[in-house]
């Protein structure tokens, strides 16, 4: 088991100050988030400051970027990182990719599983293993001339990640990606009675097992030497439950642990703008 410390982008100095802490303390790798700019600037930077950590996106938005163009970044990553770094793609959510982004997002399932085959495509095309001829349902490759072709390195086989909650997800995630990146809001019993039957399905259909399958899983945490240390990342840690749980999709995590009618309640709150309650 690997721990890693999950955290956003930043300035070139932030991440590399927080990357220089989290190598010096033990943690084996940082996670990138993408919430209000893209990750693949702070991987960099930390991988010049921290050179032993472990580095990931968790997540990058897939749909708004080509395949081609994400593998190649992760290809390049690679490199830089000398194989420390895992590609962890998602789908994030409609409003998101159509609205904010311009993408198309419909079906999120199909669309993310062509996804990563287009990105594995690409990298066999790299290696030099097979010519470039991705021609699924919503992506096409099928030109990669030698000059547009990446320079070869050491560290070519990489890995991809996808986050996955729902069992659509997690079942093209055990038929085609590496890990899963588990949503922050889940239990032990979501981990044991949801994710696990869906991943078991998808691997058997591609003649895998659940071990071939990593599993990113965040918590939420509130670390301090004291009560008062803890209790501004407790308060936040309530908001973050309290904001995911306010979503219809995520009700059963509650309605499961016997707290029925939870996100609902949370909902009602959110609109009224009582975010104390």
């Known amino acids: 088991m690997h721990v890693d410390v999950m955290t956003q982008p930043g300035t070139w100095d932030e991440v590399q100050r927080l990357a220089t802490v ?49 593998a190649q970044t992760a290809w390049e990553l690679a490199e830089l990182t000398r194989g420390r770094f895992r590609l962890g793609l998602g789908s994030q959510v409609r409003a998101h990719v159509e609205r904010r982004y311009g993408a198309a997002f419909h079906p999120p399932v199909a669309r993310l599983r062509d996804y990563v085959l287009a990105v594995k495509a690409c990298w066999a095309a790299f290696r030099d293993e097979a010519p470039l001829q991705h021609e699924g349902s919503f992506y096409c ?71 071939d399958v990593a599993l990113i899983v965040p918590v939420f945490a509130a670390p301090g030497n004291s009560p008062e240390e803890r209790a501004q990342l407790v308060d936040r840690a309530r908001a973050q439950i309290a904001f995911y749980g306010s979503t219809k999709n995520y009700a059963y995590q509650f309605d499961d642990l016997g707290f029925d009618g939870t996100s609902g309640r949370l909902n009602e709150r959110l609109k009224a703008g009582d975010l104390p309650g």
Not at 40 to 55: F, H, N, R, Y
Not at 58 to 66: D, Y
Not at 153 to 175: C, F, K, N, Q
């Open 22 to 70: 989290a190598e010096n303390v033990g943690f084996s790798g940082m996670v990138m988030i993408e919430t209000n700019q893209p990750p693949w600037l702070s991987i960099a930077a930390a991988t010049q400051a921290a050179p032993t950590l472990d580095l990931a996106t968790g997540i990058a938005v897939a749909f708004p970027r080509s395949p081609m163009i994400t």
């Open 141 to 211: 490759h099928t030109l990669l001339p030698t000059m547009g072709r990446p320079r070869r390195h050491d560290h070519e086989h990489l890995t991809v990640d996808i986050a996955a909650v729902g069992p659509g997800m997690v079942r093209a995630a055990g038929e085609v990606a590496d890990g899963i990146h588990v949503h922050p809001l889940h239990s032990l019993h979501y981990l044991q009675t949801r994710l696990r039957p869906a991943l078991e399905e998808g691997t058997a259909a591609a003649g895998r097992t659940v071990d």
